[in-house]
């Protein structure tokens, strides 16, 4: 294939401080072996998230100086309404400052004890404020999406049998809503089809339950459908998008991941009652309906952003660029998930660090090796994020202990990405030599940001 080039030309940079290994050595120990606890401008390489870390275009920047700023009734508060209502159909359009805020209003009112909330595959702040209003979350992943050697082309898909299964164990009455998460985060940024969406609408609708869909990257979601997905090859990525929020109810959205801007995010649904109850929480935590938390430059950068993820161009360079990286470590005989998703590589800690069992979090060890390295930063998605305890306090580990490095959209450049995968080929070359670690300081929820570890002998 030929080079890939980014689409766009560079007009503004950041120099990036360049740290030596002693030096990273130092700032580990005072992160507490956590990287999410390193000053930023101790990064060489960012791959932390992909989350608000765009680099926004020339017409985003100038939607910021153009931004109306009123309080009611803004300006671009129509245009942001009118882009979503045009990629998703929704009627009831509410803004947040970002994707988690969306989640808490959400759940704040269909969540409380005794509710269960199942979804592929739940990320992060998904489950904690699901967990946090009282209820449950479930995963209900595909079978191939658990195993990372496995190659299919939708890993992200629900489990329409377990779905089924689920629905006649817990009730109907117990279950306010399904979700499902485009693409699955968790699982590996891998993708969900088409026809799994319409599957799950199928259930949905025999035991009379809405669908919402987990949307922060959904536009890299319908490039996966035109190109792997029979029937969508001929198709604009906006009608594939548009098909897609077609059998959902509602939908939640973190605007920092496909929608390219730095903050905001939104809720959108069908049902008119739940669009009043969630604006009125919106009302007394967020800020009025037409801003929502929200200034009105931010409004017109993500109505901008949501038109420029439609672009099948940048797209391209967009999933491409990631499957360049996963070529490169795959070649070196690096484990990580197949095939490389949408917005990130997850190496899988398991195979990477098979003398580390998951009560060493694994993942952990290798997330501190990548910076010790090489002064890349990437999050584990394994035991530290996602495990739980038993009564003994004893851990019990998630599928998968996996390290994701996601891509900040339109930020690095080829020669970054070729450093990233000559940093992580000599971890792996000397992955022998990596040891486990413990947590000496958590917190009872989302304890993978403030959690501190202390490396083991």
Request: charged residues 20%; hydrophobic residues 40%; aromatic residues 10%.
């Amino acid at each position: 294939m030929k080079t890939i080039i980014e689409p766009f030309r560079i007009k503004a940079v950041e120099p990036i401080k360049f740290t030596t290994e002693t030096e990273r050595n130092h700032i580990l120990q005072e992160a507490g072996y956590n990287p999410f606890l390193i000053k930023a401008e101790d990064i060489i390489i960012d791959l932390l998230t992909d989350s608000g870390t765009s680099a926004m275009s020339a017409k985003q920047w100038a939607g910021i100086m153009d931004g109306d700023e009123s309080y009611a009734g803004s300006r671009s508060f129509y245009r942001f309404e009118e882009m979503v209502r045009l990629i998703t159909g929704m009627k009831f359009i509410i803004p947040t400052h970002q994707g988690r805020a969306a989640e808490k209003i959400l759940f704040s009112i269909v969540g409380e004890h005794g509710k269960v909330i199942p979804n592929n595959t739940h990320f992060d702040t998904t489950r904690a404020n699901i967990e946090f209003a009282g209820a449950e979350a479930v995963d209900l992943l595909n079978e191939a999406g658990k195993h990372p050697e496995i190659i299919a082309d939708f890993k992200g898909n629900m489990d329409i049998e377990k779905l089924e299964a689920f629905i006649q164990e817990r009730g109907v009455e117990h279950i306010p809503l399904v979700m499902v998460t485009v693409t699955n985060n968790s699982g590996g940024g891998q993708p969900v089809s088409m026809q799994n969406i319409k599957d799950i609408r199928a259930v949905c609708d025999q035991y009379g339950l809405p669908l919402f869909i987990d949307a922060c990257r959904f536009a890299e979601n319908a490039y996966f459908i035109k190109k792997r997905e029979q029937g969508y090859a001929d198709r604009s990525i906006l009608s594939i998008c548009q098909e897609m929020f077609s059998y959902a109810d509602g939908m939640t959205m973190s605007a920092k991941k496909d929608a390219l801007v730095n903050i905001g995010g939104f809720l959108a649904m069908n049902n008119q009652e739940l669009a009043m109850q969630c604006r009125n929480v919106l009302i007394v935590t967020e800020g009025f309906p037409t801003y929502g938390g929200l200034a009105g430059r931010d409004l017109e950068a993500m109505a901008q952003g949501l038109e420029e993820i439609l672009d099948e161009s940048y797209l391209h360079y967009r999933i491409r660029s990631v499957e360049y990286l996963g070529d490169k470590l795959l070649a070196a005989g690096v484990p990580i998930i197949e095939p490389t998703g949408g917005h990130a590589i997850y190496i899988d800690a398991k195979r990477f660090c098979q003398h580390i069992p998951s009560y060493q979090f694994p993942g952990q060890a290798v997330s501190v090796a990548l910076y010790q390295k090489g002064g890349v930063r990437a999050c584990e998605i394994g035991s530290v994020m996602f495990g739980k305890y038993d009564e003994n306090q004893q851990l019990i580990p998630p599928p998968m202990e996996l390290v994701r490095l996601a891509i900040p959209r339109r930020v690095y450049t080829q020669s970054h990405i070729d450093y990233v995968a000559e940093v992580i080929i000599e971890v792996f070359q000397n992955r022998n030599s990596l040891k486990g670690y413990q947590i000496v300081y958590e917190a009872p929820m989302l304890r993978h940001f403030t959690a501190r570890f202390a490396p083991l002998a």
